[in-house]
């Protein structure tokens, strides 16, 4: 599953035109679904039980959930996501794994269906480019939740948009990231998506969604968890990792 090669060839087959439109055009939040199924893989590595649950937070049209169901075979994901239509594409896309009974889906708001599990009932909580999008107060409580609902124990991966602590870095960094779409979508003379990713980007960085490292690490803390780990940064992005004792 880690091959970069083989995940490419898998992910393409099974997710189709959504995985290859989701490549072109946020190329590094797929590398982000990629490493957050590496880090399942290698919590697996390390635990013997029979199944492991798993609750993902904004599954989207399942490219991370594939990510998480291709780790393990002991992997059971139950896959939360407020937009239906995302989600019935994923539906579409996963149905072996829904046949399989390993996979199972709720559409909802995250806080929400957080808030609806009972405490101790999962081994992993995963995402991937969705916790960036919360208001940080929102945030917050969402990291308290994650922490309530995992088992002693588990563990907490996260592939997403974590902002620079060096401002002036990080606002070259989006300056780089902004030309990049540019020269992409308008040779693939795709405007509307040019037009759709810039107006995210601006919500994705304004004061009260932008996940600044320190103080999104500083939320974990605070939340109870433990071994708290960021590694993988790639320019904004990055891999966190974070444990219940």
Not at 4 to 17: A, D, H, L, R
Not at 109 to 132: E, F, K, P, R, W
Request: hydrophobic residues 40%; charged residues 20%.
């Amino acid at each position: 599953m880690t091959d970069p090669q083989q995940y490419e060839k898998m992910f393409s087959g099974v997710i189709g035109k959504d995985y290859d439109m989701l490549k072109l055009i946020c190329p590094l939040s797929v590398e982000m679904s990629r490493l957050v199924g590496e880090a399942v893989e290698d919590y697996g590595r390390q635990h013997q039980q029979t199944i492991i649950e798993t609750l993902e937070i904004g599954g989207g049209t399942g490219i991370t959930t594939l990510a998480a169901l291709s780790a393990d075979q002991r992997v059971k994901v139950v896959s939360v996501d407020n937009e239906l239509t995302m989600q019935d594409q994923a539906k579409q896309h996963l149905a072996q794994w829904v046949e399989q009974q390993r996979l199972s889906f709720i559409h909802g708001d995250a806080l929400q269906a957080l808030s609806d599990q009972a405490s101790a009932s999962y081994d992993l909580i995963v995402s991937a480019y969705t916790l960036h999008n919360f208001e940080s107060a929102y945030r917050e409580q969402a990291h308290r939740e994650i922490f309530r609902v995992l088992k002693p124990g588990g563990k907490f991966i996260n592939g997403d948009r974590y902002g620079l602590n060096d401002i002036s870095l990080h606002t070259q960094t989006i300056q780089q990231e902004v030309a990049g779409y540019f020269k992409v979508l308008i040779a693939e003379q795709r405007l509307d998506l040019l037009e759709h990713w810039i107006i995210h980007l601006f919500s994705d960085e304004s004061e009260n969604h932008v996940m600044r490292e320190s103080h999104a690490l500083k939320q974990l803390s605070d939340a109870g968890f433990s071994h708290i780990q960021l590694s993988n940064r790639i320019e904004v992005n990055a891999l966190v990792r974070a444990s219940k004792n």
